[in-house]
């Protein structure tokens, strides 16, 4: 064990946490006292239990010996009578305490009971002892005193300390009047000879000591019950708080993805989660490698809805009044979709769609879907009137068949795609505003009497899509069948999901959290109730017990006859957990010494100095240890948590104690140590006696009649009152084996036994008895025997407690390792759905249905097409490798530069850079009133773009944004080269890709509470996709700010001319200059980016068609050097 050289503070907090003063305020800060006050009464009545069926035996077995072992039967049956007719009143008074609703309204009966049943027993071994003192003459000692002590302290139901230390001490008192006035013939001769060798102060000494050794169990058992309540408490804690995480989880995850894929993957992050915990190498979680998760679903209904003039609202509405219509716009949609049993697939701006009939097949599933639709408009209708909006809904739903599943690596996200899901979002743009649009397959599916149906517009009849599969289709105006009142109901469910009432949603989360406490406390009281308080049950020992399937086994179940746990592997962790109650074993040791070598002192023949040496030592190796014990406390006491300097002495004795209570095998050594010097030291007591000279002068005294002034032998009773103290010392120590301690135990009762009846039965007996012609040796052996018997079944029932606390702090370990594996699960998944930056922002605030968006003035958006995808098995397939080249292409782009991937629709891969939130030029008022300082978020920040606060280097993200396209080019040309090679893929694509970027101010955020969306909306989203869409195949397109900007870094961006773009009429387009080899084309730089070093595999010399440019973007590097932040890759 390395010595400390030098000062060290002091760690009391694991010590301070089994301080029974601690426990109680702790008990007492959660509100726990009268749950623990009803627990402890249960506990109290399963000790009373043992109690009478202890007594009981006792009683029998005094009896017994009385009756076989005196010649003169007739003489004791004054005791027999009276000893079996006060445990009768006894047990009867007692059994009262058995009647629960008595005592919930008497608790003072419990300790009334208590002290009429002590006194009951003191009167009973008192009385006859002065009956036959009057009646015979005979000169008899109690027996009951001992045993009487340990009932008051460790079984009968008296709760409070005092009550239990008053009334033993009374018993003790009772006693020792008794002693005085009897046997030490008044109080002067008591007084003059207390002191003297064989005087009475030794009888003092062990009713001292007796009391302790009691208040010592009283004091470990209420640490021990204290503890199982916290540890309980904290164990429903975790438990609740696992149920609803998990339910949390599950919600979070079936609102994105359905169960039958969610739920294997809930299993796969975890696993991996635990398999990377173990070693077994498992890569980095950040992409969850999966296979494509792809699943047919027939017979289905699709909703497209369109939010009509959506393009206006984002030029006229602030972002936070925008936010808060999609938030509650949306919101609405899902509270109707959940009503109709509809599943939402996604959000594309102000596009939302779904479908009926995918979780579980439904008959109903197009009326659900015409039925939402019309839902839909009526709730779109009402904001509108209410916020006064010129806002519409365009809907479109078809019935056929569909793939649906999860495509990718990262940001997983659920989707569906087939030849009718491109059907019905044609109905949807070719519809007409505040009516919904179906085709003839869904018509099929509907009652037609019930709507009001009209044949649909012309430019559906006239769209090639439509054309070519010769889809007819129709408006539905109107549901003839509405029910009015459900409406209102329904109508009344909605408002309640509206987020513009911010006041009314903090007070349902308020609710919530009362009904969780509420369920918290029901549940902990609970299991209050079934708290096991004894190692017996009553239907084990008829076999009524009977494992029931899904039910955990209780733990009496779980322990066999010696209370060892049947897992071995738990028994050796139980018994090498750190032992913080040893200081107090150790100072009930050196107490009981302390005794033993007083009566040493005062009751033995002759006093010499080898006689001294062996209770010196071990006296001193006693008082060393227990300053050992508590000198960390001392400290603690002194000091408290005041930092404090303490000396290397001091730092060694604080390392040698903590050696000592972590390990097991030391504790066991100084265990036996202990136990076996204080049984020698008793021997040594014994062993000065001369038997044959006892003998001699016993009969010379008989003889001659005269009494010897000095005593040749041990006083017998002093003898056993203490051999029955160090029985009890032996069970004291707590984490040590239970088996160890009871073969102790056995041993030194055996040994005691041997001297009794062979080694000095002369001496034992002719010393006082306790029943007239009862041998006393009988007397001796009963009272040792009497003492191991209630210490093993006190320690058999302190052990069980003990394993049940040490079995809950095991389960509160393992639940608190699920609820970390679960949480740490329910971070994965929210980075594979939300943006890694605003994941905590989530939890803590979005967790509470509160309001969230985000606000850049320079943020560059990406939309890529793969073109000519036919959508089938074997097209999804190619589909899903293309999307997981480009998914782990952007692990680098993501962890340096910012760029996030948005989301998939169909074949089109959306991306953004320039979503941190240290870029951010606002967010949400909540999360205002929580972000980070400055410096602590500079330090948060990832490792990527910094910039100063010339917002005109922001303007780089439009580089990295075209540098991700171009690399998104290069790993197609990849793909399509090794999909050549194979015949059965040579044909399904062939490998053009359409994209198109767009820069400019973007608003982030996420949309819906109960079902989060992350999203960006904005001018550069618009422009992007209609870069996209009127884009050309094998290029990428850009708006004219974007290309400007492009050009500053030296890459040429080709005039295309005047481009339609809806909403926003002809426009001057881009192309980005590419050459054969899929290289930028580039020019004289302007500027240069902040990384030129970007990764082994994907560099700028890759990036860049000319060398002599990297040669000058590095001398303008050189020169900007002081205005950019350069990060090591």
Excluded at 890 to 914: D, N, P, Q, R
Excluded at 960 to 987: E, F, G, H, W
């Amino acid at each position: 064990m390395p010595f400390p050289k030098g000062k060290c503070q002091l760690n009391y907090a694991r010590e301070r946490m089994w301080e029974p003063g601690y426990l109680k305020a702790k008990c007492a800060e959660l509100g726990l006292e009268n749950e623990f006050r009803l627990y402890r009464i249960r506990l109290w009545k399963s000790y009373l239990f043992s109690f009478c069926l202890i007594h009981i035996f006792v009683t029998a077995l005094h009896c017994s010996l009385l009756l076989t072992t005196i010649e003169r039967p007739s003489i004791i049956y004054f005791d027999v009578g009276l000893t079996v007719g006060c445990a009768v009143v006894l047990l009867l008074v007692l059994s009262i305490n058995f009647w629960d609703s008595f005592i919930a309204k008497h608790t003072w009966y419990m300790f009334c009971s208590s002290m009429f049943a002590s006194l009951l027993l003191v009167f009973s071994d008192l009385t006859h002892s002065i009956y036959h003192h009057y009646a015979h003459n005979w000169q008899l000692g109690s027996f009951y005193d001992t045993y009487i002590v340990y009932m008051v302290y460790m079984f009968l139901p008296i709760h409070f300390m005092s009550g239990a230390v008053l009334l033993a001490l009374l018993v003790s008192a009772v006693y020792i009047i008794y002693f005085v006035q009897f046997l030490a013939h008044g109080f002067t001769e008591f007084i003059t000879e207390l002191f003297t060798e064989g005087g009475m102060s030794v009888d003092l000494v062990h009713y001292l000591c007796l009391n302790l050794v009691g208040i010592f169990y009283r004091v470990m058992n209420d640490t021990v019950v204290r503890s199982s309540f916290l540890d309980r408490h904290q164990y429903i804690k975790e438990e609740l708080w696992l149920r609803n995480a998990r339910l949390e989880e599950k919600q979070l995850l079936d609102s994105i993805l359905p169960p039958q894929i969610s739920e294997p993957l809930q299993k796969e992050i975890q696993n991996r989660i635990i398999l990377s915990k173990r070693g077994s190498g498992i890569r980095s979680l950040s992409a969850l490698e999966r296979a494509m998760a792809i699943q047919i679903h027939p017979d289905v209904s699709i909703l497209y809805a369109d939010v009509v003039n959506y393009t206006h609202l984002t030029t006229t509405l602030t972002v936070e009044k925008l936010v808060k219509v999609l938030h509650d716009l949306y919101g609405r949609f899902d509270l109707a979709a959940l009503r109709f049993k509809v599943q939402r697939i996604k959000f594309l701006g102000d596009c939302y769609y779904c479908v009926a009939g995918l979780t579980d097949p439904d008959p109903d599933h197009a009326t659900n879907c015409v039925a939402l639709g019309l839902s839909m408009i009526n709730e779109i209708m009402e904001v509108r009137d209410v916020q006064g909006l010129d806002i519409n809904m365009r809907i479109g739903v078809h019935s056929g068949n569909i793939f649906a599943g999860v495509i990718g690596e990262a940001k997983l996200q659920f989707d569906i795609w087939g030849k009718d899901v491109t059907i019905a979002n044609v109905l949807e743009s070719t519809g007409v505003a505040g009516f919904v649009h179906i085709s003839a397959s869904t018509l099929n599916n509907l009652n037609e009497q019930r709507y009001v149906i009209e044949d649909g517009p012309e430019k559906a009849r006239d769209h090639p899509l439509l054309s070519r599969y010769r889809i007819r289709t129709y408006i539905i105006r109107e549901d003839l069948q509405k029910d009015e009142e459900e409406s209102d109901e329904n109508l009344a469910e909605l408002h309640a999901l509206s987020l513009f009432d911010l006041g009314a949603r903090q007070r349902q989360s308020d609710n919530t959290n009362e009904i969780l406490k509420e369920v918290f406390y029901a549940e902990l009281r609970e299991e209050f109730r079934k708290m096991p308080v004894s190692p017996f049950n009553p239907k084990t020992l008829y076999g009524l017990y009977r494992q029931k399937e899904g039910v955990k086994m209780p733990l009496y179940r779980q322990l066999n006859i010696c209370l060892k746990y049947n897992d071995s592997d738990l028994e050796r962790a139980y018994l090498k957990q750190t032992d913080y109650m040893y200081k107090y074993s150790m100072l009930l040791a050196l107490v009981v010494g302390y005794g033993l070598v007083y009566i040493q002192v005062l009751d033995t023949k002759l006093i010499c100095p080898s006689c001294m040496i062996l209770p010196s030592i071990v006296t001193t190796v006693q008082t060393i240890l227990t300053f050992i014990a508590w000198y960390k406390k001392m400290c603690w006491a002194k000091f408290g948590n005041t930092p404090h300097n303490y000396s290397w002495i001091s730092c060694i004795i604080f390392r040698v104690h903590e050696k000592i209570i972590g390990s097991r095998i030391i504790r066991v050594f100084i265990y036996l140590f202990l136990v076996i010097s204080a049984f020698s030291v008793m021997c040594l007591i014994v062993m000065t006696c001369n038997r044959e000279e006892f003998e001699m002068a016993f009969i010379e005294e008989r003889l001659f009649h005269y009494e010897q002034e000095t005593k040749i032998c041990f006083q017998p009773w002093v003898t056993s009152n203490m051999f029955s103290l160090m029985i009890c010392l032996t069970f004291t120590f707590t984490h040590i084996s239970l088996a160890l301690k009871t073969t102790v135990a056995i041993l030194e009762t055996i040994g005691y036994l041997v001297l009794i009846f062979f080694q000095f039965e002369f001496v034992f007996h002719h010393s006082v008895t306790t029943n007239p012609s009862f041998p006393a040796e009988y007397a001796h052996a009963l009272l040792i025997c009497i003492t191991l018997l209630t210490m093993t079944v006190k320690e058999r029932q302190q052990e069980f407690t003990n394993k049940v606390n040490y079995h809950w702090r095991v389960e509160l370990r393992k639940k608190e390792a699920d609820a970390n594996l679960t949480n740490h699960s329910i971070i994965i998944i929210l980075n594979n759905i939300l943006p890694s930056h605003i994941v905590d922002v989530y939890i803590k605030t979005l967790a509470k249905h509160e309001l969230y968006y985000e606000n850049y003035q320079m943020v560059s958006v990406m939309f890529a097409m793969l073109m000519n995808f036919e959508m089938d098995l074997r097209t999804l397939r190619i589909l899903n490798e293309i999307i997981a080249e480009f998914d782990m292409l952007l692990l680098f782009y993501k962890e340096y530069y910012s760029v996030e991937k948005i989301k998939i629709v169909g074949c089109t891969y959306m991306a953004a850079c320039g979503l941190d939130l240290n870029f951010a030029g606002s967010t949400s008022a909540t999360v205002k009133n929580n972000e980070l300082n400055p410096t602590e978020n500079r330090g948060r920040m990832r490792q990527g773009l910094v910039f100063t606060e010339d917002e005109r280097e922001r303007e780089e993200v439009v580089f990295v944004m075209t540098s991700y396209a171009l690399d998104m080019m290069r790993t197609l040309a990849k793909c399509n080269k090794a999909y050549q090679s194979i015949p059965a893929d040579r044909n399904i694509t062939d490998g053009s890709i359409a994209i198109g970027i767009s820069s400019g101010e973007v608003m982030a955020g996420i949309v819906g509470a109960s079902q989060p969306h992350y999203d960006i909306w904005g001018n550069p989203v618009n422009m992007a996709s209609r870069m996209e869409s009127t884009g050309l195949p094998g290029n990428i397109q850009v708006t004219e700010e974007s290309a400007k900007i492009l050009e500053e870094f030296g890459i040429v961006c080709q005039y295309r001319g005047l481009t339609f773009v809806k909403g926003r009429g002809e426009i001057p387009t881009y192309l980005v200059g590419i050459d054969d080899n899929l290289n930028f084309i580039t020019t004289q730089p302007r500027r240069a980016p902040s990384h030129v070093e970007r990764s082994t595999v994907i560099s700028l010399q890759g990036t860049y068609s000319h060398l002599n440019v990297v040669d000058d973007l590095s001398e303008i590097n050189s020169e900007s050097a002081s205005r950019h932040t350069f990060q090591d890759i």
